[in-house]
């Protein structure tokens, strides 16, 4: 372990409103501006200076300073995802309605998985599935993940049941392993830019910060490192011998290594050469590296609910698996997920090639229309998004742009991801989510055009309420 | 709020081992030896006292210190339910493994359930349930709710869906809503005995206390009361006029009330006149009474994973649906409990009756047998289980003697739960729960009959490894 500076992880003093990511959060938002950091005891004054002063009023004081701070994180969803909520684009009903490109979903593969999910052997209700079982999960489903991961990790042995805990999904793994883990108040670092959810998952309960990898002094102690692998948002991938880096680097600080690969069956070009860390020879610290998987990506199902834990380390397996009854998932669920994963050949030779196939289309079809407008964007071949260097559109090139040029495009119909969700240093970034169906990501991208080419009704003249005063949260 | 002297809601300094309930925790226990009401920051040497100090050693250096108090309560669960686990009964395989009547399950209605959840309209699978959703719950569930509430709890006026979230089961919302509502070290009032899992609940993630009613000074701060209704272990039911008395006692000290009527319908003798506080023609303070109901009991299936809250507080009701991204529970199923309660017909003339039928024969069946025995007890006709007053059995009336006896029980291959573990303020009761088939609980009871009349194999030489040792917990 060691210490970084305190100032330095902070959270901003100056709230940037609203917020623009909704993956893990869809409903509320994913506000990143790195609140947690904050301690949760603070009181009511300390609070005001990170949302609308009227959210935070004496109308809440039913809640505990935490419960507010904790409702404020939905609230301050509002402007983005409840935006979108209450005008979806939909082709017949709503063609003006808003185009999201902002929440990372996989809406490509549905009517495969409706219809591998009817059939037959998923409808099984029997007694034992009906009643408390394993909290770490039933071993039915334990041995499937196990066989499922050791597959398609390449893990070089057999991985264990007895090593994975299944939960429903991601956001309660990184909310359990942080209390596990840490003190209230200590840190994990994590390379920036991030899937900044992270940041609310590992704090509403933990009470946990993030450390940003760009950070190098000292003051608060950090626990552990976070690899998001493939990357997000930038769609990167880890070399092994980046992965071995990394690794070693922890090991040498003592430090735990949460590995989320989530998006490790959603690599669509094949050139990547994606490697899990469970696919290593030997894991330097296999007793503090924890792997994390989850249907929501690379099985499109965010609404399903289902994620799974995998570590050598048997004492944080139990101490994951005792906050698992507040993380549980229903019996008949995990039967229909150890169906699922044991299903190889529907897998291999059905749904990962089509919903590839589908991936790289969609991805082919946005980078190209963003070549086609002389926009610079990264991205890997991994993941359902890329990361999109709208730098030019900010004259002063400050984030208070960042959040205006993000609001033209809320104005005008379409749902994106901005830097600074991400920790991204820079301003002007974005991150476009392509994993929808064409005639949705088309309308998505004329919409985008029109703002950039300032042609968009709003563009040139903002209502007031769409200015960039924090306490615009409600719209 | 007021306050309670910090002592009397201590733990106690003394460890009573392992423990004996089962309920919400299943396959590791429910100690309820009061050790949350510690502060979860404390050291690795305090923690000392409360369990097994092998089991807190260097091996767990990994985890936290609240990790370690969280998985402390994990291994300590051990004796009971993992004894348990590893002989479960079974009338043709293990005909000598042992009977659980500690457990409150309902196993009675498998059969009808099973059919029910088989049917056609449960197998829908279409995108919106495998996308991310509303985190209080898509809006069909939770009119559907609203509407079951307003029938089943009589409600005076029609509830609405707005003050519905629901959520991965009961143990979920004790956990939200300690965090919202209290800040870290503050306490529930409850009344006791009660199902002690709920200590464990507020405290895991919110380091919550609970307070006894039998307590009555001042020192710490109260910010709310728990009403179990039915009451859980006695099976007793609060009248109008009570429920009235609690609320405006409530009221008038400015605490919430989360009343949980997990066993609502439960009730299996009409004579009993159950009233939900939802039936209430005026609550006295409506933002501070919170109610809970869930599909475990009342439905049997623990397994289902199924809780909601009601509350006519917004701030509450979104603080809570902040934390459900943790617990959430997936599009599918909420789609067949969607169906499920919406489906009156069936639930009005097939299952209730049938299932209020079995409870009461089942409770008939052990009732009687208890009565043979000359065995005294309590029971008013609600719930899966019965008071049973063993005191006699105890020669000098201890604690310690309480514990003995109920290994005594587990050694003759039956599982109670103990009077300690609800912080009962006597020595020698235990709750034995009736909702089974008749040949276990048959079998269950004669075992018992076995330990009283000191006919069991080993009551009369209680190997070394039995002793009430407080380290003697991996049994």
Same mark, same amino acid.
């Given at each position: 372990?060691f !210490? ?6 902070r @959270?901003p ?13 869809s ?8 609140e947690?950091? /904050? ?26 300073? /935490?419960?507010?701070?904790?409702k404020?994180?939905?609230?301050s969803?509002e ?9 979806e684009?939909d ?10 490109l902002?929440t ?6 549905f ?27 039933h ?15 390449k893990s070089?042995?057999? $991985? ?12 309660s $793994? ?22 900044g959810?992270?940041?609310?998952? *590992? ?7 993030l ?14 490192l ?9 769609g ?6 980046e992965?071995?880096e ?6 040498r ?5 949460? *590995?989320?690969?989530?998006?490790m069956?959603?690599?669509f070009?094949?050139?990547?050469g ?18 994390m998987? @989850?249907?929501?990506?690379d099985?499109?199902m ?5 994620? !799974? ?6 004492d944080?397996? !139990? ?18 997920m150890a ?10 030779q059905?749904?990962l ?22 926009i610079?964007?990264l991205? /890997? ?12 559109y ?5 984030f ?9 495009? $809320?104005?005008?119909k ?6 600074k969700?991400?920790?991204c240093k ?21 919409r *985008? ?7 968009s ?10 200015s960039?005063?924090?306490?615009d949260?409600? /719209?």
């Open positions: 372990m !210490t970084l500076p305190q100032k330095d992880f @959270a003093t100056t709230c940037l409103g609203p917020t623009c990511m909704q993956d893990l959060g409903s509320h938002g994913e506000d990143l501006e790195g947690c950091s /904050r301690k949760l005891d603070q009181k009511l004054p300390e609070l005001r200076g990170v949302g609308d002063p009227a959210m935070i009023s004496s109308d809440t004081s039913y809640l505990s300073s /935490r419960g507010r701070m904790i404020w994180f939905w609230d969803a402007e983005g995802y409840r935006t979108y909520h209450m005008d684009y082709e017949d009903k709503n063609p003006s309605g808003i185009i999201n902002g990372s979903e996989n809406k490509l593969c009517d495969l998985l409706s219809w591998r999910l009817s059939q037959r052997d998923m409808q099984r209700v029997e007694p034992s599935l009906l009643q408390y079982a394993d909290w770490r999960g071993l039915f489903l334990r041995e499937e993940v196990a066989k499922f991961l050791s597959f398609y990790c070089p042995v057999p $991985l264990r049941p007895e090593n994975v805990v299944v939960l429903n999904g991601g956001a $793994l990184f909310s359990a392993l942080a209390t596990v883990l840490c003190e209230a108040g200590e840190a994990f670092l994590i390379p920036t830019p991030y899937y959810a992270i940041t609310q998952h *590992v704090c509403l309960y933990g009470n946990i910060r450390a940003y990898v760009y950070l190098d002094s000292e003051g608060v102690k950090v626990k552990g976070i690899l998001i692998s493939p990357q997000n948002p930038l990167d991938v880890y070399s092994p011998e992965l071995q990394y690794l070693v680097f922890a090991k600080h003592r430090l735990h290594v949460i *590995v989320d690969e989530v998006y069956l959603s690599v070009e094949k050139s990547v994606y490697r899990s860390v469970l696919s290593l020879e030997r894991l330097p610290d296999p007793q503090r590296t924890h792997v998987w @989850a249907t929501s990506k099985f499109g965010s609404g399903l609910r289902f994620g !799974t834990l995998y570590t050598e380390n048997q944080v397996a !139990t101490a994951v698996a005792s906050l698992c009854r507040y993380h549980g998932l229903s019996g008949l669920v995990q039967y229909q169906q699922l994963l044991r299903d190889r050949d529907w897998i291999n059905v749904y090639p089509e919903n590839h196939a589908r991936l790289k289309a969609a991805h082919t079809y946005v980078s190209e229309e963003l070549r086609a407008l002389g610079p964007f991205s /890997r071949g991994a993941g359902f998004f890329i990361w999109v260097d709208l730098r030019k900010l004259p002063k090139g400050t208070e742009e960042e959040m205006l040029l993000w609001r033209r495009f $809320l104005d005008n379409v749902l994106l991801s901005f830097g969700a991400f920790e820079e301003p002007g970034w974005f991150r476009f989510v392509f994993s929808d169906q064409v005639h949705r990501l088309c309308l998505g991208m004329q *985008v055009q029109q703002v950039l080419a300032g042609k009704q709003v563009a040139e003249d903002p209502r007031p309420s769409q960039q005063e924090p306490s949260q409600r /719209r």
